[in-house]
């Protein structure tokens, strides 16, 4: 069965303060993909990164960064000089061939809200 | 422009009525899937089609059920059984191939009262 964990429910930071968003999963599947989607209050979710499990290479896209580790399931991401606008829900999710290639398994979620 | 739309944006329901989410595509996509979202919760899988005229149960699909007839449609159908239908609901497609990312609509919130 694969899992995914995000322990950190809620975060508040201050604007222009690096913030990381933890990620850490669980599958059997030697083959996987993992992602990164952003939920602003308006509900709808937007993708944000798509990373395989034989690439280990951090990522950086302008202000954010995403660290995948395997060696302790972790996909962890990175918003440095926090903005308002970055409040959101955000979402790791794990796809793989445990259940279909096509399926997501996402994790709650993690509530981050940038304080002006 | 190319998207998902879903439709209603907000729907209200009496218990026992039957209510069908529309959900259509116009990225050319194989595949597409029906989501619920609970208040503090992730997202879990009802049901996703692969190709036309054909289906899986997700997570939890006791209580939904879907039709696939044209590539760019997927309609969800909350019926009386399922007990507890308030909620979130999200449609997502995506592209050929098992890996690719999935693309969300705006979602349907769904108030039975």
């Known amino acids: 069965a694969q899992k995914v964990t995000q322990a950190q429910t809620e975060i508040s930071v201050v604007e222009k303060e690096d913030v990381t968003l933890d990620c850490v999963y669980e599958t059997r599947d030697t083959t996987y993909y993992l992602f990164w989607y952003k939920q602003p209050p308006s509900g709808e979710l937007v993708f944000l990164i798509r990373r395989n499990s034989f690439d280990e290479q951090n990522e950086i896209s302008g202000r954010y960064s995403w660290n995948f580790q395997k060696s302790t399931s972790s996909f962890n991401f990175t918003i440095t000089a926090s903005q308002v606008v970055d409040s959101a829900v955000y979402f790791c999710?794990?796809?793989?061939?445990?259940?279909?290639?096509?399926?997501?398994?996402f994790g709650s979620g993690t509530q981050l809200t940038v304080l002006p | 422009d190319g998207g998902i739309t879903q439709s209603p944006k907000y729907l209200f329901r009496k218990e026992g009525q039957n209510v069908t989410l529309s959900c259509e595509q116009n990225l050319n996509h194989d595949a597409m899937y029906w989501y619920r979202q609970d208040p503090g919760q992730g997202l879990r899988l009802i049901y996703y089609?692969?190709?036309?005229?054909?289906?899986q149960k997700g997570d939890i699909a006791e209580g939904y059920s879907v039709s696939r007839e044209k590539k760019e449609s997927f309609p969800l159908t909350v019926t009386s059984a399922q007990k507890n239908p308030t909620a979130f609901y999200l449609c997502?497609?995506?592209?050929?191939?098992?890996?690719?990312?999935?693309?969300f609509g705006p979602g349907t919130r769904l108030t039975v009262l």
């Open positions: 089609s692969q190709i036309v005229n054909d289906f």
């Open positions: 999710a794990l796809s793989g061939r445990g259940g279909s290639a096509r399926q997501l398994t």
């Open positions: 997502a497609s995506a592209g050929r191939g098992g890996w690719n990312e999935q693309f």
